[in-house]
T-cell receptor, first 114, second 112 residues
Framework: NAGVTQTPKFRILKIGQSMTLQCAQDMNHNYMYWYRQDPGMGLKLIYYSVGAGITDKGEVPNGYNVSRSTTEDFPLRLELAAPSQTSVYFC?????????????FGQGTRLTVV | DAKTTQPPSMDCAEGRAANLPCNHSTISGNEYVYWYRQIHSQGPQYIIHGLKNNETNEMASLIITEDRKSSTLILPHATLRDTAVYYCIVRASGAGSYQLTFGKGTKLSVIP
């Protein structure tokens, strides 16, 4: 199994541009998450989804949008990119929200906004 | 979720046991302790979790004190590949609480 796949791996954006970070999982997991990680810091939750058609904000949602039209895919949209959005973005999935459920992470997308 | 406190860095000799401490003095009764690690900016990897009993799996052991205010992750025979940032996370139960809150973790360096 591929697990959680993120594309692209690297991207440079100019201020004001937009882009979509792709995330796909092949484990039939209902729950999916987007985190960002700034240098030397832990991960912060941006958005999450508990199933197709259901999304909710995490700790740092401003400047981002998400959608969940299928179980497999959970894209993250950046509108009007700003230097503060320079970060590494990780997508994750879990089978459920129950305790003991292991979270599987993708390998990350390194985004630089200049 | 309860706050956790970990030392910023630790060294361990290769082949020796690595004992990583975590303080979670404000933990409540329905909160579980999780450990994840992140190797060289890759995506975090699940290691182990527990509520009150000690736990062991093929990767590590988790020792939780009786009052549950602290825990220790033990890597029994550290290798160079165990060099990583280790995150201790406390997670509540119930609806809306399945997010993981990551702190800065402990950077473990395994020394040859």
């Amino acid at each position: 199994n591929a697990g959680v796949t993120q594309t692209p791996k690297f991207r440079i954006l100019k201020i004001g541009q937009s882009m979509t970070l792709q995330c796909a999982q092949d484990m039939n997991h209902n729950y999916m998450y987007w985190y960002r990680q700034d240098p030397g810091m832990g991960l912060k939750l941006i958005y999450y989804s508990v199933g197709a058609g259901i999304t909710d904000k995490g700790e740092v949602p401003n400047g981002y949008n998400v959608s969940r039209s299928t179980t497999e895919d959970f894209p993250l949209r950046l509108e009007l990119a700003a230097p503060s959005q320079t970060s590494v973005y990780f997508c994750a999935s879990t089978a459920s929200g129950a305790q003991g459920t292991e979270a599987f992470f993708g390998q990350g997308t390194r985004l630089t906004v200049v | 979720d309860a706050k956790t406190t970990q030392p910023p860095s630790m060294d361990c000799a290769e082949g020796r046991a690595a004992n990583l401490p975590c303080n979670h003095s404000t933990i409540s009764g329905n909160e579980y302790v999780y450990w994840y690690r992140q190797i060289h900016s890759q995506g975090p990897q699940y290691i182990i979790h527990g509520l009150k009993n000690n736990e062991t799996n093929e990767m590590a052991s988790l020792i939780i004190t009786e009052d549950r205010k602290s825990s220790t992750l033990i890597l029994p025979h550290a290798t160079l590949r165990d060099t990583a940032v280790y995150y201790c996370i406390v997670r509540a139960s119930g609806a809306g609480s399945y997010q993981l809150t990551f702190g800065k973790g402990t950077k473990l360096s395994v020394i040859p």
